[in-house]
């Protein structure tokens, strides 16, 4: 069953749970790609509403989706998708406790901000923003993230340190003009958001699980301590 995260509370809500209220038109004969081949399109508005008593906020986005010739949706891979821009809230950010770094959260928030907009630039704060967590985190202050990267190598799983690596790579194409100023190579957003999604994994793992984790141990050992006390009094 298909579930859905609310951006707002961060609620997980499982399908037919939120509500959907949709806006849409058809518009025929469109200039899209070329004159040679105009196409039908369904352009709308979708709004979600979440379920949570604590929050009811709403979710708006946009679509411009191309129609087959019969005016039927296009579903095959993103051939049919034109454009999909997130209207409210503005970027798809998760909301994190504020016990994460306030320097973090800043820069994973403009990175998420324009994704879509900027999807380089967007890398380049992804990148930053890796680099602030290995600092605070592993308490590695060296300011080549290549070398900081490679000083974490044990300590995180092998897949995981790929990834982590990979997020430098592309950042650095956002950092770094090319040796040949000819060469150019883009960063789209669905890219961008991938290097996002994995600063969504590690600010998880790093900050709020292992918070959770300590408040837990700490919880057992306040117990402990509280029984033996009244073992002494006995």
Same mark, same amino acid.
């Given at each position: 069953?298909?579930?859905?995260?609310c951006?707002?509370?961060? !609620?997980?809500?499982?399908?037919?749970s939120?509500t959907?209220?949709?806006?849409?038109?058809?518009?025929?004969n469109?200039?899209?790609?070329d004159?040679?081949?105009l196409?039908?399109?369904?352009? /709308?508005?979708?709004?979600?509403?979440?379920?949570?008593?604590?929050?009811?906020?709403?979710?708006v986005?946009?679509?411009?989706?191309?129609?087959?010739?019969? /005016?039927? #949706?296009?579903?095959t /891979?993103? !051939?049919?998708? +034109?454009?999909?821009?997130?209207?409210?809230?503005?970027?798809?950010?998760?909301?994190f406790?504020?016990y994460?770094?306030?320097?973090? +959260?800043?820069?994973?928030?403009?990175?998420?901000? +324009?994704c879509?907009?900027?999807?380089?630039s967007?890398?380049?704060?992804? #990148?930053?923003?890796?680099?602030?967590?290995?600092r605070?985190?592993?308490?590695v202050?060296n300011n080549?993230?290549?070398?900081?990267i490679e000083?974490?190598?044990?300590?995180?799983?092998?897949s995981?340190?790929?990834a982590?690596d990979?997020? #430098?790579k592309? /950042?650095?194409?956002?950092?770094?003009m090319?040796?040949d +100023?000819?060469?150019?190579v883009?960063v789209?957003?669905?890219?961008a958001?991938?290097?996002?999604n994995?600063?969504?994994?590690?600010i !998880?793992?790093?900050?709020?699980e292992?918070?959770? #984790?300590d408040?837990?141990?700490?919880?057992?050992?306040?117990?402990?301590? !509280?029984?033996?006390?009244l073992?002494?009094?006995?």
């Amino acid at each position: 069953m298909s579930s859905w995260t609310c951006p707002y509370c961060n !609620q997980m809500s499982t399908k037919f749970s939120y509500t959907d209220y949709i806006i849409n038109s058809t518009i025929t004969n469109v200039n899209i790609r070329d004159l040679e081949h105009l196409d039908n399109v369904e352009i /709308g508005l979708i709004t979600r509403h979440c379920p949570n008593p604590k929050c009811l906020k709403i979710t708006v986005g946009y679509y411009l989706d191309r129609l087959d010739f019969f /005016g039927g #949706r296009i579903d095959t /891979g993103d !051939q049919g998708v +034109i454009d999909t821009i997130r209207l409210r809230p503005s970027s798809e950010m998760k909301v994190f406790p504020d016990y994460v770094p306030s320097s973090i +959260i800043d820069d994973y928030k403009e990175s998420c901000l +324009i994704c879509e907009l900027s999807p380089k630039s967007s890398a380049t704060l992804a #990148r930053r923003c890796l680099q602030g967590m290995i600092r605070d985190v592993w308490d590695v202050k060296n300011n080549n993230l290549s070398k900081a990267i490679e000083a974490i190598k044990d300590k995180v799983e092998d897949s995981m340190w790929k990834a982590i690596d990979s997020v #430098r790579k592309v /950042g650095n194409i956002g950092a770094h003009m090319e040796s040949d +100023i000819n060469v150019i190579v883009d960063v789209e957003p669905k890219e961008a958001k991938m290097l996002i999604n994995l600063i969504e994994i590690l600010i !998880q793992e790093w900050y709020v699980e292992r918070h959770e #984790r300590d408040k837990r141990i700490a919880a057992i050992v306040d117990m402990s301590e !509280q029984k033996q006390e009244l073992r002494k009094k006995k």
